[in-house]
């Protein structure tokens, strides 16, 4: 058995159902966000499916599919968690369980202006893998944050078909586009929503609350020059670590559209471990 609910419906282009500014702080990395989008997730989600909750069924919960890097949803999915298992506790009953679909990407493309026929042929060159054995017969929740075309859907529930995977699956959504007269290019319109230069970049990573995901680190790697040093200039060393090995840990040094970036960082780190050593020794 499959269902689906949203929190949020997108109906009008020009009204927006949430704070499109927060929404967009919540794409490029901002935490505070992630947590206040789960809570209110969650709150709508039990009045329709508190039974189903209670049924006495194990839980999974997993996120959009990732491979090491997370996305937004990830943490979201991390945040809808923990309301989920307060109230599996209040009630007696087992806490969720954690899974995720590993995903390797093959594209640098933004899809978020594209169809649902070009975002399916995009990521169709993806591979994917998911522990069948894991969360086969249990209820499986996938949290996403927003539903424009249904092209992630689709794939997951190929992936579920592709493994034999049994059970019941709920698929969350934080928003979703119900109105099918909208150009699915809307997506990015919220995304990029208050991003409207570097800046806006740089304040984001420096914020109490920030974490890298998948959009923003894809988004740094694919800065020019100047910007990417104008960057670089304005973070922290420890950021600059962090998002080197994100970036290698997820193989984003073997494209060629990264590449040039990634051994900056590199080599910048090079320079700050060379600085220090001679700083110590004068």
Same mark, same amino acid.
């Given at each position: ?110 899809? =978020? ?36 075309? =249904? ?12 493994? =034999? ?118």
């Amino acid at each position: 058995m499959k269902s689906s609910y949203s929190l949020h419906k997108i109906i009008h282009e020009n009204e927006y159902p949430f704070d499109a500014n927060e929404y967009s702080w919540f794409k490029f990395g901002d935490k505070h966000y992630a947590e206040k989008f789960a809570g209110e997730l969650f709150e709508g989600f039990i009045e329709k499916y508190s039974d189903l909750l209670l049924s006495n069924k194990e839980i999974v919960i997993l996120p959009s599919p990732y491979l090491s890097i997370p996305t937004a949803s990830n943490f979201l999915c991390h945040y809808f968690k923990k309301h989920l298992n307060c109230f599996l506790f209040k009630n007696n009953r087992k806490a969720s369980i954690e899974s995720k679909i590993y995903r390797n990407q093959t594209y640098v493309t933004d899809y =978020g202006n594209l169809s649902f026929d070009e975002r399916l042929q995009l990521i169709s060159n993806d591979t994917y893998y998911i522990d069948q054995k894991f969360i086969n017969d249990k209820l499986c929740i996938f949290v996403d944050d927003i539903k424009i075309t =249904g092209s992630h859907e689709h794939t997951v529930n190929k992936i579920l078909n592709q493994y =034999g995977v049994k059970g019941e699956f709920v698929f969350v959504y934080f928003a979703e586009l119900v109105n099918k007269n909208i150009h699915p290019k809307i997506e990015n319109h919220y995304n990029y929503f208050a991003i409207k230069n570097l800046q806006d970049i740089v304040t984001i990573i420096n914020k109490n609350k920030f974490q890298y995901n998948t959009r923003i680190i894809k988004y740094i790697l694919k800065l020019d020059r100047e910007q990417f040093n104008f960057l670089m200039n304005n973070i922290s060393i420890a950021k600059c670590d962090e998002l080197f090995h994100l970036a290698i840990s997820n193989n984003y040094h073997q494209i060629s559209e990264y590449q040039t970036n990634i051994n900056q960082i590199n080599n910048y780190q090079l320079w700050q471990s060379t600085y220090k050593k001679d700083k110590e020794k004068i």
